[in-house]
């Protein structure tokens, strides 16, 4: 069982949608990662929230982490084939020094 | 050049053989993690160890072992591969000091195939 869950596991969409990728946990965390992982490479962190119900944004990337600091979500603004990729989660335990992370979406933004 | 390298970047094994990873930075971080990465189960952490003394079990440390040579090098054995350790594997590392609000930097990975 994994203790942060994502969803979807996979995306498939066209170039100009929208889409939301969740990350969800019944566990509390001292912050909440997002990377994105591109084939033949490793993850490449987007970006960090420490704050519960902190939103930022990364131009068409927006991100947020629930008040309670168990869950967070990412919105894609009209996505593009550059946004093709795996998106993990990954959240710092408040006991124990290390991330636990979710399985991954992969999102695939087709021309 | 890359901060995180890691060698080899892919590898074909054989049942019982030892195999080693090896996992240099030049980033000059004091901490460094090993993650296998499987489909559907995401990274899981393997070993990490905190500065050249320190050395810590992750969530799957079974059949694994690790040696922390210096600040720079951190490497992966597999005493005796077997084939559930088919995976990819990744080392990262991170500067510290900023608890679990810390970058990992990761390395492209090593394909792990064993026979």
């Known amino acids: 069982t994994q203790l942060l869950e994502q969803s979807p596991q996979f995306l498939s969409i066209q170039e100009g949608e929208n889409l939301t990728v969740y990350c969800n946990s019944s566990s509390v965390f001292s912050s909440l990662q997002w990377y994105r992982q591109e084939p033949g490479e490793g993850p490449v962190l987007l970006v960090t929230?420490?704050?519960?119900?902190e939103v930022k944004k990364l131009k068409r990337l927006t991100f947020q982490f629930g008040d309670a600091r168990k869950d967070s979500s990412l919105h894609i603004t009209a996505a593009q084939p550059g946004d093709t990729g795996l998106y993990l989660c990954a959240g710092g335990m408040e006991y124990g020094n290390k991330l636990v992370f979710g399985a991954g979406t992969i999102l695939r933004v087709k021309s | 050049d890359a901060d995180v390298t890691q060698t080899p970047r892919n590898r074909i094994t054989k049942t019982g053989k030892r195999i080693m990873l090896e996992c240099s930075q030049t980033?000059?971080?004091?901490?460094m993690y090993w993650y296998r990465q499987d489909p559907g189960l995401g990274l899981r952490l393997i070993y990490y160890?905190?500065?050249?003394?320190?050395?810590n079990k992750g969530e799957i440390s079974d059949g694994y072992s690790v040696s922390r040579q210096a600040q720079a090098k951190f490497s992966l054995s597999l005493e005796s591969a077997i084939p559930n350790q088919t995976a990819l594997y990744f080392c990262?590392?991170?500067?510290?000091?900023?608890?679990?609000?810390?970058?990992?930097?990761f390395g492209p990975g090593t394909r792990l195939t064993v026979l």
């Open positions: 160890s905190f500065d050249v003394k320190d050395i």
């Open positions: 980033k000059g971080h004091d901490r």
């Open positions: 990262a590392t991170s500067e510290g000091g900023g608890g679990f609000t810390d970058t990992q930097y």
């Open positions: 929230v420490v704050t519960g119900g």
